[in-house]
């Protein structure tokens, strides 16, 4: 005998579907909204609903945006000529927290993944290298991820702008701050190693 109210089962299938959360999790979100009142519900509803609607990609940098182009590229203090470019949109909201960055983004919405069926065509590669060469870009700051699809993309790319003009860097990878030396593995070690600098 199921006690949970259909419609009470139906929400918790939906949190279900929602990364990173289980059973237990979407159970507890259903249960608050539940108990919570019923204005704060349609509010979500409708704010969830109008996502798709009030967002689009910014037809420069590919982020999320209200705006195109979005507010990073219509700023006049950023540098135009410094791309960074970063795997998803979360990676460019990590990377603005540090405030340290005054450039521009390309995100590429995604990283090659040929066992999953993902390859250039389904990334924004081809847009990146045109816009390198109309923009006249001086540096491309590849920010992907040290994992193997991301280090797997980062080579490709380095491969596609072998042509270009521009610079390009890489995001360096190393010890955490805080971490002691003896307990970082050997391929931690090794970028470190490799990326070091003068003291």
Do not use: W
């Not at 790319?157 to 971490?179: D, F, H």
């Amino acid at each position: 005998m199921n006690v949970v109210p259909p419609a009470l089962d139906k929400l918790i299938a939906d949190f279900k579907r929602l990364p990173g959360i289980g059973k237990k999790t979407a159970t507890r979100l259903a249960l608050h909204m539940l108990r919570r009142p019923a204005a704060e519900a349609r509010n979500l509803a409708r704010d969830l609903a109008g996502l798709h609607d009030a967002i689009k990609l910014c037809s420069n940098c590919f982020a999320f945006s209200e705006n195109d182009p979005c507010v990073i590229c219509a700023d006049p203090r950023r540098d135009p000529s410094q791309v960074c470019v970063v795997e998803e949109p979360g990676d460019l909201m990590a990377i603005e927290k540090t405030a340290i960055y005054k450039g521009q983004y390309h995100i590429l919405h995604g990283v090659l993944s040929p066992m999953d069926g993902i390859g250039p065509d389904e990334i924004k590669v081809a847009a990146l290298v045109e816009r390198v060469r109309r923009q006249q870009v001086k540096e491309v700051f590849i920010a992907t991820s040290s994992t193997v699809p991301g280090e797997a993309t980062a080579s490709y790319l380095v491969s596609q702008l072998q042509g270009c003009s521009a610079k390009l860097t890489r995001l360096a990878c190393g010890i955490p701050m805080g971490m002691d030396i003896k307990y970082a593995d050997e391929l931690t070690l090794t970028r470190a190693i490799e990326a070091r600098k003068t003291a």
